[in-house]
């Protein structure tokens, strides 16, 4: 079963330097529709002004990976974390027993990046923070593998704690990816035109709709115009 979320009916927020669209409920938005999808708590579409950002705040126990679009985000926590991710990275950060960090887009270009939070199996654990580079050239047969949270991935995709795995990528007008899902997925639209087909319903997503993809083991993307698509695999609860 595949439901759309459009773009325009997504949670809105603008703060000036900030403009965000939740996905789900967050901060000053509210719906008891949207309280997360399994696992997954948080995704957040986000634009930062140039030279501003998200002061020094806490987190804890959560698992949280920022999905950089376009610019880029300076990163630093009270644990000595430091580093700059990119468009085309990702960065991921295990709050685990609490963590103060600081996010800022000191570039001259505006940032615009998902912000994705994760449910954690690993309670009060030391906090930690990397990020990775991953191909931002279109691909033919799958979409890159981020994030997971399965020790057989650990050399391929920046690890969190939790059964889930996140894709990511550029694919080109007339690509067609078959892809297998482990749980449910939920699909971003960062960029283009594609369908989504899990050989029952068969949808088509604009840039910045989202998906939830659900009771089905296998989902075929055709890309319509060229895209850059998110999936997020994670588990019901």
Known sequence: MITV?????????????????????FANYYNPRRMGFGTLLVVNDDWVKPGFGFPPHPHRNMEIISYVRSGAITHEDNKGHKGVTKNGEVQVMSAGRGVVHSEYNRS????????????????DIEPRWESKQFPNVPVEDALPMLVSGYPEDK?????????????????????????????????????????????????????????????????????LTNCEIVLIDAAAQ
Request: proline share 2%.
């Open 155 to 223: 050399n391929k995709a920046l690890f969190i704690n939790q059964k889930a795995r996140i894709f990511g990528g550029k694919i080109s007008k007339g690509t067609v990816i078959e892809h297998a899902i482990e749980h449910q997925v939920y699909v971003l639209a960062s960029d283009g035109c594609f369908e989504v087909n899990d050989n029952e319903f068969k949808k088509t997503l604009n840039k910045g709709d989202g998906a939830e993809v659900t009771m089905s083991k296998t989902l075929t993307l055709t890309a």
């Open 108 to 123: 001259k270009d505006p940032l615009t990046f998902y912000q994705i939070w994760i449910k954690t199996n690993k309670m």
């Open 5 to 25: 979320y459009p773009y325009s009916t997504l949670g809105k927020a603008n703060h000036g330097w900030l403009k965000s669209s939740h996905h789900f409920s």
